[in-house]
């Protein structure tokens, strides 16, 4: 399954356990200023979701997506993904990490405290049963 299969069902869950005013896919948008570094001045996140208040959107929570796939496909995966999850977290003030439940068993031990898990379920190629593991 790819990243994007899982963003509307978890864009669905979110909104209705969140109950957000707005929210965005921006997987490869680099919108999160996340240091005052010339070299390292923006962060991307796959989804994001906040406030709208007086034409001005205000962002509350980003989340990152992980799959079975790209998780296991790739060496030192988990750790790049956690590096990414800590970064965006000087930019937005939730950060959030949805990733597969038996990936999450694998990677477990690399967790920080601030980020947020929710947990889903790959069912026929289908991400679904979402719960917040962690908030």
């Known amino acids: 399954m790819l990243e994007e299969d899982v963003y509307d069902p978890l864009i669905d ?28 001045p923006k962060a991307e996140g796959d989804i994001c979701f906040g ?40 930019g937005s003030p939730k950060v959030w990490i949805a990733i597969e439940k038996s990936s999450y068993t694998q990677i477990k031990e690399d967790l920080v405290k601030e980020i947020g898990i929710i947990i889903y379920h790959e069912v026929g190629n289908k991400a679904t049963n979402f719960a917040i593991h962690r908030e």
């Open 13 to 40: 869950f979110f909104e209705v356990t969140f109950n957000p005013n707005w929210s965005a896919i921006t997987h490869l948008k680099h919108l999160i200023q996340i240091s005052d570094n010339p070299e390292r």
């Open 51 to 90: 406030a709208k208040k007086n034409k001005q959107y205000e962002l509350s929570d980003l989340i990152h997506v992980k799959t079975k796939e790209n998780l296991n496909n790739k060496e030192n995966e988990s750790r790049k993904l956690w590096a990414k999850a800590q970064q965006t977290l000087n």
